[in-house]
């Protein structure tokens, strides 16, 4: 990791060095707060992604205010959040190969750990490597709801599963990953319901199937910040995996609501401060944020707080404005705030959250699980 720091802890935020990964510290611990009311008031559990922040001090402040632990991608990354102290991780996705198996069986000496499976080769060599370490796994099928990524179909082939998993000396059966990840996007309220009330009609069918055969599920868990509140009210899923909400995006401001207004239930709390480089021409300017301080595959970033300026174009190090004729006046040297299209990837390219209250540097925050792919 680059060891060195944007900015130091009582600096004031113009003073911050560019490009920096900027959190408002308000309206990320607003986020957190009202996600914890949300989550008390539908009676379901919270286990919020950390492929989104990769941050053992975020999942920390997750946990005490109520979320039941983690959920991440990789088996580093459960690395990285156990070592921080999160004593409860599912890594909610298939775990393929003896290095990864193996490190994920030993860490399950140390913490609650939980995993996703779609085939039964890989539940023979999860059982295998946990029965080298003596510990014990737990185990969810993964069921394809709508997603067309990882999961086995609905019914009768997540049963078979689910039997095999009981049957193993040193799994146990969890439940059910059921995660509808197309869904997340989807603009309209409408159109977001229904492809979440379609994959709840799959899960209650595995559910019912499995109970036939004995089989209780105690956790069915999925849904997302684009949809949670569909999962919450369906009566079927217990726990949601929501993450992004603690951050936001632009592209997740894109959804709209039952009534066609833009969502604004989470405020944006993270940032990409940047400057202006450069101001050839009265219509266009360059910020020293590009492709490697903000993900694009969900849409370019948009600039906070100035009016009628818009960011158009990045390439490595840039990243272009144009200015309308109604734009805030701006200067080289000035620094702007961007908004990512996409929070988990533009997180994953910094080394440091920089923790800003009232215009003042409060916290400085490694992003411990940066670039913890395997």
């Not at 079927?236 to 995006?249: H, L, T, V």
Request: charged fraction near 20%.
């Amino acid at each position: 990791m680059n060891k060195y720091r944007p900015a130091e802890i009582g600096m004031a935020v113009e003073d911050v060095d560019t490009p920096a990964l900027l959190l408002d510290l308000d309206a990320f611990e607003y986020n957190i707060q009202l996600m914890s009311a949300l989550v008390k008031k539908f009676q379901m559990k919270h286990r919020p992604h950390a492929k989104t922040h990769k941050s053992p001090v975020v999942a920390r402040k997750q946990i005490a205010a109520g979320a039941v632990g983690q959920c991440c991608q990789k088996v580093a990354e459960a690395e990285i959040l156990v070592a921080g102290g999160v004593d409860s991780v599912l890594v909610s996705n298939q775990i393929v190969g003896l290095r990864k198996l193996d490190r994920l069986a030993g860490l399950a000496c140390n913490a609650n750990i939980s995993v996703c499976v779609d085939d039964r080769d890989n539940i023979d060599q999860l059982n295998e490597a946990a029965k080298r370490f003596k510990s014990s796994i737990e185990v969810l099928v993964e069921i394809d709801i709508g997603a067309g990524r990882c999961g086995v179909a609905p019914g009768l082939s997540a049963v078979e599963l689910a039997k095999i998993i009981k049957k193993s000396s040193n799994l146990t059966f969890g439940g059910l990953q059921a995660y509808q990840g197309r869904a997340q996007h989807i603009r309209g309220f409408g159109e977001r319901k229904i492809a979440i009330e379609k994959a709840g009609k799959l899960v209650q069918e595995t559910v019912n199937l499995l109970l036939d055969v004995n089989l209780d599920c105690r956790l069915i868990t999925g849904g997302g910040t684009g949809t949670f509140q569909f999962e919450a009210n369906s009566g079927i899923w217990n726990e949601i995996q929501a993450g992004s909400y603690c951050f936001m995006d632009a592209d997740y401001a894109l959804n709209l609501g039952e009534s066609g207004e833009f969502i604004d239930t989470f405020k944006n709390s993270l940032f990409i401060l940047s400057t202006i480089m450069s101001h050839p021409v009265k219509e266009r300017a360059v910020v020293d944020a590009g492709h490697k301080a903000a993900s694009v595959d969900s849409g370019l970033p948009r600039v906070a707080d100035l009016h009628d300026v818009a960011y158009v174009g990045a390439s490595d190090e840039h990243g272009s404005l144009t200015l309308g004729a109604n734009a805030s006046e701006v200067k080289i040297g000035e620094k702007i705030r961007l908004i990512p299209g996409h929070c988990d990837p533009t997180v994953n390219l910094h080394d440091w959250y920089i923790g800003i209250r009232n215009g003042i540097v409060e916290s400085i925050w490694s992003v411990e699980a940066r670039g913890a792919a395997f």
